[in-house]
């Protein structure tokens, strides 16, 4: 999955640490990154590449020895070779952990271009010294990087699957059940309503599979296997999605990637005929 790096180690405990010339950097412009694409590879700047200050950067985490900082303020000028690419840019290419660490980084830089100013009194945010926060100076408000919750539900009914395309987004591949969790549900009662609201299905008997930390949407995906309770008729929620349909294992879709968790449930379905609830 996308987090699946090893032998590389991803390190994100919270540092006071100033940049040095070879970070590299996580610059972003309008909700884009600041990369060269090489057919299938990825090149993230380093601050070397920039003819500034080392204090316009801020450091976000690490893997193994290759440190990543975040680019605080408009660049004058982007290296030759260098452009602002969409975030999904960093799906499905290479090399893996340069391609998670920029993505994460795109989650991190996000929440501090979204937070600059105290929801309560209006002062200037300042960055924490002792954790990952920004801190009011003023009445104290403190703020931790957003984490939206969600799941990823595989319906099974005996020998089928059930596989939805979104009607609205960046792609058309089939994907399972998704959603996120709202104020006051469990991830179980999510769960239901997700399946019940897009589909009209009613399901039971929950297998927790895993979860899997998805930067693009600033999510922390969990995922479970459920089966169908009743009947297999499916009423379709449009405004969420374009098609929900019942696969066998023979007639699944191929798989262009096991970079997700949608994508790793559903090969764990057509490898795994012994699955049972």
């Not at 969600?150 to 005996?158: D, P």
Request: glycine share 8%; net charge negative.
């Amino acid at each position: 999955m996308l987090q699946d790096i090893e032998p590389k180690i991803f390190i994100n405990e919270f540092r006071q640490q100033e940049a040095s010339q070879n970070d590299r950097v996580i610059a972003m412009k309008g909700g884009k990154v600041l990369m060269k694409v090489v057919g299938d590879e990825v090149i993230l700047p380093r601050v070397k590449d920039f003819a500034d200050p080392v204090s316009q950067y801020r450091y976000l985490f690490s893997v193994d020895d290759e440190t990543y900082v975040f680019r605080t303020t408009t660049i004058p000028e982007i290296p030759e070779g260098f452009s602002y690419e969409d975030r999904f840019a960093l799906r499905d290419r290479k090399p893996a952990d340069v391609c998670f660490a920029g993505v994460v980084g795109y989650h991190l830089g996000l929440w501090y271009e979204q937070n600059r100013f105290c929801g309560c009194c209006g002062s200037a945010l300042e960055v924490g010294t002792t954790e990952r926060s920004l801190v009011c100076p003023k009445c104290g408000n403190v703020v931790y990087p957003r984490l939206n919750p969600a799941v990823i539900v595989a319906v099974v009914h005996e020998d089928k699957i059930l596989l939805s395309r979104y009607a609205h987004g960046h792609t058309n591949r089939y994907s399972l059940i998704a959603g996120f969790c709202e104020i006051g549900e469990s991830v179980e009662q999510t769960v239901h309503r997700e399946v019940m609201e897009e589909t009209g299905l009613k399901v039971k008997n929950f297998g927790y599979f895993g979860s899997q930390p998805w930067p693009f949407t600033s999510s922390l995906l969990m995922g479970y296997f459920v089966e169908l309770d009743g009947g297999e008729k499916i009423t379709l929620d449009e405004t969420e999605l374009s098609e929900a349909v019942w696969f066998d294992r023979e007639h699944l879709p191929e798989t262009h990637s096991t970079l997700s968790l949608t994508w790793t449930m559903i090969e764990y379905f057509r490898n795994h005929p012994e699955l049972e609830f």
